[in-house]
């Protein structure tokens, strides 16, 4: 039997990936998982990290300033890997492009609808995604019936770009206790790790809420959804993918890895956000 | 008698106070003690904080374009109220204005050798500024005989940042012990604030390190300085201060108030910094 591969039938351009700052690897992990032969332009604007914290305004700004940089690639597909920028902005852009730009927000929120059996969902994320009432949207029109916690963790995104997410970590196990204590009785059985920090955080969390509670990884519903969007490419070089970071390259490096789980191949360059 | 007041002979232009975000307000609640008589203009990055997570390119260009928003104002002297900005970036802008530009390391390095009896003595700073640095040089070069001990604390800025920085916060006093323990039985009976966020917390970090260690704030050193290097303003009406920031006014002014210790009279308005 002859088998004859069609080359036309491949999109070879590269998957763009997005986030404020270094959360957004813990996503371009689940990429390499569950679509190993896309390629990936990746910009993290580690220059202005955190979003969580700033005003509707300035996020939409910086992801506008963003988006117009990373679409300056050919990419056939946008992953906004940032529930702040997801939550903030992601209604405002996702039609003015011509690829489609997914968030983190709809398909965490499906999954949870999905996964809990109670009827209880907490939602963590930064102040601004709280702020924003995404998840509390997106669950509603889901699920009325829905029972809906949230809670604002300003210092977790902190803590993980200081290298603070161990579970022994005896700090990480009291700002985590303070977070999900007041949640102690409400029947919670899902809990929407709503900003892509908080994966590294997984264990620790698990820890503090208990083995039956299901935890949802943002990024990683959102890449499983990708696979019917896009016409796949036939074979990614790592070596030829593509980061781009706000702040210096060297500062990247040495967390990036931490956070993706494995060496990076492509290239890393800086570049000069504030124009565009 | 009859006094004859020679308006000539006072100098009305405000004194330009710099910060990367909001920890310059304690600066500034010095100059209100020290100098009432002069008005301020004050420019707080706060769409870019923190600095002292950064590397040095981008905390150069950040500063330099502070400067060069801050310096469109007629002012007569610029405070960098900010130990990451004066330790990156101060040898290099000095000499480039019109007026004289004054950092917070220098002063806080004098009031340091001239408090300690027992020779050693902490700095505390972001890791920028503990990166570069600056207090060693400056303290060595005062009295090299001077025993030296250096802590980056990268979460202090966060916490004061969200507002946390109370003597009974139990994640305040933790993260506390854990960057002082590794100093005791090491003689120190000097302690330099190094970030002009510190203050705040000085309540805790004197209840973890003694009553008998002295406290240095580096804001309040650098504006006991100021006295001696201009010609006073006649009198300061505070509602003519000006605020300046770089995210939303609204965010600014809910916790300025209280790092500054009273009303912010003056106007607030933000700017559009990546345009200088």
Redesign the interface.
């Known amino acids: 039997m002859v088998v004859i591969i069609d080359n036309a039938s491949f999109d070879k351009r590269p998957i763009g990936v997005f986030d404020s700052g270094l959360g957004g690897l813990t996503a371009l992990r689940q990429i390499y998982k569950a679509l190993p032969c896309e390629q990936v332009v990746y910009f993290g604007d ?3 990290v955190p979003y969580g ?6 996020v939409i700004k910086y992801v506008n300033q963003d988006i117009r940089f990373i679409s300056s690639f050919d990419i056939k597909l946008l992953l906004l890997a940032c529930n702040t920028a997801t939550s903030i902005a992601l209604d405002r852009l996702k039609d003015s492009f011509g690829f489609p730009v997914i968030g983190v927000v709809e398909n965490a929120s499906t999954a949870a609808v999905n996964a809990t059996k109670t009827g209880s969902v907490l939602v963590l994320g930064t102040s601004a995604t709280i702020r924003s009432k995404s998840y509390i949207k997106r669950l509603n029109a889901l699920n009325p019936a829905i029972e809906i916690y949230e809670q604002a963790c ?2 977790l995104v ?2 993980v ?2 290298g ?1 997410y161990k579970v022994d970590d ?2 990480v196990r ?2 985590l206790k ?1 977070y999900l204590d007041p949640f102690k009785g409400k029947d919670i059985d899902t809990v929407i790790l709503g900003c892509t920090h908080y994966p590294l955080l997984s264990e620790a969390v698990q820890r503090t809420v208990g083995d039956c509670v299901t935890l949802i990884d943002s990024g990683k519903e959102a890449v499983s959804s990708i696979h019917g969007m896009i016409t796949p490419n036939e074979y990614a070089d790592r070596r030829d993918d593509r980061f781009y970071v ?3 390259v ?2 990247f490096e040495a967390l990036a890895e931490t956070l993706l789980g494995e060496t990076i191949y492509g290239s890393v360059e800086k570049v000069d956000i ?1 124009l565009y």
């Open positions: 580690t220059g202005r914290t700033r005003s509707d305004e300035t300003p210092l902190p803590l770009e200081n603070r005896e700090i009291l700002i303070e706000s702040d210096s060297h500062n504030d």
